[in-house]
């Protein structure tokens, strides 16, 4: 059974750069799965960040591609994603989640709240 | 990228059906047999409901049922019990290779 456990700083200063690990237990990263994070301001939707496959292939949010890096570390079976430049606005829980087919995200973390403020 | 267009909320009683829809256009929704389903709880991840517009992951109850026509897909729901209640979400593949989500319809069961 693959789980995933995000880990990271739950408080991140303004034009900081926030920095999350996601870790799979129960399964191997390189598997043939897309590795995802999706992030969900208090009160608000989901909102797709980008993904990562086994091979470093990467896509990414267009409306925010210009700051983020999802990176994979496969001797650690985790992945990582960074994002520069933050404001109150990326305040959120952040969730890591796997790609099985299709475009579905069939396992989630349980997400880690992520708070921009000095 | 914008977001798919969900009904901030439905409602139904015990027992009855509902069905919520999320509309999206020929470049996702439309193009493409991608979409799914995610319901979620207050405090809780999502949990995949729908996935490919219409197949269900094990474990999901066939109470749940998805659909599409045209830009627009549809997650039904029968039977409706105490539990459903939360929030759904749905998603969607696009031509850009990217994934987007609508805004998300809360699910009331009176």
């Known amino acids: 059974q693959v789980q995933l456990q995000e880990s990271g700083p739950g408080l991140v200063k303004p034009s900081g750069t926030l920095s999350l690990t996601c870790a799979v237990s129960g399964g191997s990263i390189s598997s043939s799965n897309w590795w995802n994070w999706v992030r969900q301001p208090p009160g608000k939707g989901l909102e797709w960040i980008g993904e990562?496959?086994?091979?470093?292939?990467?896509t990414y949010n267009p409306s925010l591609k210009s700051r983020v890096t999802i990176s994979l570390d496969k001797s650690k079976n985790q992945f990582s994603l960074n994002l520069n430049s933050v404001t109150a606005a990326d305040t959120a829980m952040y969730y890591c989640?796997?790609?099985?087919?299709?475009?579905?995200?069939?396992?989630w973390g349980q997400g880690t709240m992520v708070t921009v403020s000095s | 990228q914008s977001a798919l267009t969900q009904p901030a909320s439905v409602s139904g009683s015990p027992g009855q059906s509902i069905t919520m829809s999320c509309t999206g256009t020929s470049s996702d929704v439309g193009n493409y047999n991608y979409v799914s389903w995610y319901q979620q709880h207050p405090g809780k991840a999502p949990k995949l409901m729908i996935y490919?517009?219409?197949n269900r992951p094990s474990g999901v109850p066939d109470r749940f049922s998805g659909s599409k026509s045209g830009n627009t897909a549809s997650l039904t729901i029968s039977g409706l019990q105490a539990e459903d209640e939360a929030d759904y979400y749905c998603g969607s593949y696009s031509s850009t290779s990217t994934s987007r989500f609508g805004g998300g319809t809360k699910l009331t069961v009176l």
């Open positions: 490919e517009v219409s």
């Open positions: 989640a796997r790609e099985v087919v299709s475009d579905a995200f069939d396992i």
């Open positions: 990562i496959y086994h091979s470093g292939s990467t």
